[in-house]
């Protein structure tokens, strides 16, 4: 990798082992202008409670038995996190205790559907409702 500043700019080049980084002042604008990350694809295990993210889109599918997902852990501090539900297997949990990696809904517990989103935002302790869709 090479950062080289131009006219105070940073141009970071062949990063392909960088874990993160952090920017402190200032703005990131990409050549194409879009920055996203990989969906992600979970299947959760029966009675599985905790949903483990590592990125910013995450297509969910439930176990035959249902799942209660009360926590949501990976999250980083500002995080806008999209869960796209397969089916309808999964209730995200609202148990209003703001501890650590729990979610906090706009009303009572979410039960998915078919091509449902839920559009979260992590404070760096708890995950908060944005919106969310039901789609056909």
């Given at each position: 990798?090479?950062?080289?500043?131009?006219?105070?700019?940073?141009l970071?080049?062949?990063?392909?082992?960088?874990?993160?980084?952090?920017?402190?002042?200032?703005?990131?604008?990409?050549?194409?202008?879009?920055?996203?990350?990989?969906?992600?694809?979970?299947?959760?295990?029966?009675?599985?409670?905790?949903?483990?993210?590592?990125?910013?889109?995450?297509?969910?599918?439930?176990?035959?038995?249902?799942?209660?997902?009360?926590?949501?852990?990976?999250?980083?501090?500002?995080?806008?996190?999209?869960?796209?539900?397969?089916?309808?297997?999964?209730?995200?949990?609202?148990?209003?205790?703001?501890?650590?990696?729990t979610?906090?809904?706009?009303?009572?517990?979410?039960?998915?559907?078919?091509?449902?989103t839920?559009?979260l935002?992590?404070?760096?302790?708890?995950?908060?409702?944005?919106?969310?869709?039901?789609?056909?």
């Amino acid at each position: 990798a090479r950062l080289g500043t131009e006219r105070g700019h940073g141009l970071l080049a062949g990063a392909a082992g960088i874990a993160a980084i952090a920017v402190t002042a200032g703005n990131i604008t990409t050549a194409d202008g879009a920055i996203a990350s990989a969906q992600e694809a979970v299947t959760l295990g029966a009675g599985v409670a905790a949903l483990a993210v590592d990125s910013n889109l995450v297509s969910v599918t439930g176990d035959a038995g249902a799942n209660s997902v009360t926590t949501i852990t990976g999250g980083v501090a500002g995080q806008i996190l999209v869960l796209l539900f397969v089916d309808a297997l999964v209730t995200i949990v609202d148990d209003n205790t703001h501890g650590a990696n729990t979610i906090d809904l706009v009303g009572a517990n979410l039960t998915s559907a078919d091509d449902t989103t839920l559009t979260l935002i992590f404070d760096g302790t708890s995950w908060y409702q944005i919106t969310q869709s039901v789609n056909d």
